[in-house]
């Protein structure tokens, strides 16, 4: 089980807070989509339960929140293994050399 935990307080941002507190499955395709961080300074993180006692406190599916955020933080880039999803400026604007450097730094 997973929980989403957003920063409750003044700076909490209008895409986390209807969020915090949903809890679901690992592996619920919701994770795909909302898995922090949902946009630039994001606060939230996800924390795992203990599927034991807090199986309870699963969020029913007509309760889910769908927020609209930005293409780009629309992916669990944990799962894929990411920093930045693939599109991102940091990859389509950056020098060839800056790219080569950076893969060959990421292999070793």
């Known amino acids: 089980m997973l929980e989403f935990d957003a920063v409750t307080d003044a700076q909490t941002a209008d895409i986390c807070a209807p969020l ?30 203990n599927s034991g006692t807090d199986s309870a406190r699963v969020t029913p599916e007509g309760d889910l929140k769908h927020i609209d955020i930005k293409p780009m933080f629309r992916i669990n880039m944990a799962e894929r293994g990411l920093a930045f999803p693939a599109e991102h400026p940091y990859f389509k604007e950056a020098p060839e050399w800056v790219m080569r450097q950076g893969s060959a730094a990421y292999k070793t």
């Open 20 to 49: 915090h507190g949903t809890v679901l499955p690992f592996d619920h395709p919701f994770w795909k989509t909302y898995y922090p961080p949902n946009h630039w300074n994001c606060r939230s993180a996800v924390r795992q339960l």
